[in-house]
């Protein structure tokens, strides 16, 4: 390895959900760690998201009484994922081997001191499924004071969170349950509480984050302490390569190229493709890059330099589908409006440009997107429209605003809004048939008066009710359209990145098409094909993956080194 500008033990390519985790395990051991971050910040999407990892049996189900094992969650995962044929990501020892690490990871983060909970309640995408749980096996980091990362706080991706949600500082939990703050007593006690959160981090000198950033920070603490080296502004441009095996990477510093060799192995989990237009061309046809919330850095290179040495790749169709709502100004944003709990809501339909609807609106962003670009082959559904009317507006968001509030006149103006006095009068607007959208909203209507939805079961699912409003009876998700003036606004079938990539062993060794394995090379995250294969089995479906991954990957090559 004399060619070598340095050499460290394990390097890292991409700060994201697993890195920092595999650095840990090397740092236990004494190894020495690189992590290579081609963006200015640290996090990658994972920092920017929710923050959510779908953990199934793991410690704080148990902690709080909640019924899991590893054959209940094997039963889930093969009811859901078995089925995929074309996803060989998803094997059976992957699958199984996923959730056997999760107490594993789990156990060795507390020592690190990383603080973790549970969500109390996020129910699984699927809980109606053969071992689905309705109370969720969703795992997510304590609020974190971003102070005590010192000078590296600014080097932290922020959160998604934004003000005035920022200011309070709520969980990710109790921000979902603000907007309902005009109808709940209980959401305007937990409104003071927050205030006095609040009052009392300025008071103390402490800058509360939650979500994702909560967790990245988290982890950037750890790996700070345990003495990673951290680089931002590093980009990799190829893998370094001897007799066929993984020996380091090449990057820059100081403006020039830089040689690092890597003597235990290079773990890659620089994101997928999100970012990169010709790749979606070549690989999910008909979706755009303007529909994502994946960061800058989410532009495929690595995985196209994987498959360059050899590497296999599968379901790079796949996507974290993320549907979305556009005003004025929304689609240069990087945080676009979600529209996930809209259609799922009491009030509001989905409906493509016939008129007619076709899903379960409450169904998991991925499902629900999938399902509109698959209707969008035989009729026109992209995008495809939200109807409502004056009782959804009075009670709920929309594209990021309070319920009740006063709209912006340019979402008028710009024809984002659009607003009518008749259902029909509605329909020549979005240029459907007035016939066909009075038929589908009359018939919805009988639904919600018999309270049940005979075309797409809504609100059968646990999670269809929890996306909904339990402060509407008798159904959290059925409501009539029926008061005016009625509402429309285009929703997009977007994402929070993509969900394939590169062939991984149940040692998340890179391998070939032949099923050999590519020495020296590891991978986890969306870098990946997925072991969720093309489901989502819950939230945190690919940050989740994402840190047992990279924790696997680091303990193989760590044995592997070990006489």
Known sequence: MEAFDEIHDFVVVGSGGGSMCAGLVMRSVGNSVLILEKTEVVGGTTARSGGVMWLPNNPFMKRDGVEDSFEKASMYLEALCGEDRDAPGSTPARRRRYISEVPRMLDFLGRQGIKLTRAQYWPDYHDELPGGSERGRAVVAELFDVNELGAWKQKLRPTFIRAPYALLPPT???????????????????????????????????????GGAALQGRMLQAALRSGIDIRTDSPVSELIVEAGEVKGVLTNRN??????????????????????????????????????????????????????HGAAVAQMDERVGNQQTHPPGAED???????????????????????LRYMNEGGSYMAYCKAMLERNRSVPAVPSWAVFDSQYLAKYMLAGTMPGSRKPQSWYDSGYLKRADSIEALAQQIRIDPATLKTTVERFNGFVASNHDEDFHRGERAYDRWLGDDLNKPSATLGTIAQAPFYAVQIIPGDVGTYGGVVT???????????????????????????????????GSSVGPSFIWGFVAAQHAAQVASP
Request: charge should be positive; glycine fraction near 10%.
């Open 255 to 308: 403006a020039r190229p830089w040689r690092v060799g890597a003597r235990l192995g290079v773990l890659v989990n620089a994101g997928g493709f999100a970012r990169n237009q010709a790749m979606r061309d070549r690989y999910t046809p008909g979706t755009s890059v303007k529909w994502t919330m994946a960061t800058p850095g989410d532009t495929g290179e690595m995985i196209e330099e994987m498959m360059r």
């Open 333 to 355: 944003s990087e945080a676009k409006p979600t529209a996930q709990a809209m259609t799922a809501s009491p009030h509001c339909i989905l409906v493509d440009q016939s008129g």
């Open 172 to 210: 990710l939990e109790e921000m979902m349950e603000l907007p309902a703050y005009k109808r709940s007593w209980r959401v305007k006690l937990l409104i003071v509480r927050l205030v006095l959160r609040g009052l009392l981090a300025k008071l103390t000198g402490k800058q509360w984050t939650a």
């Open 505 to 539: 062993d149940d040692h998340a060794r890179v391998l070939r098409e032949d099923g050999s394995v590519i020495a020296g090379l590891y991978a986890t995250g969306v870098s990946t094909a997925s072991v969720m294969g093309r489901k989502y089995p819950g939230a």
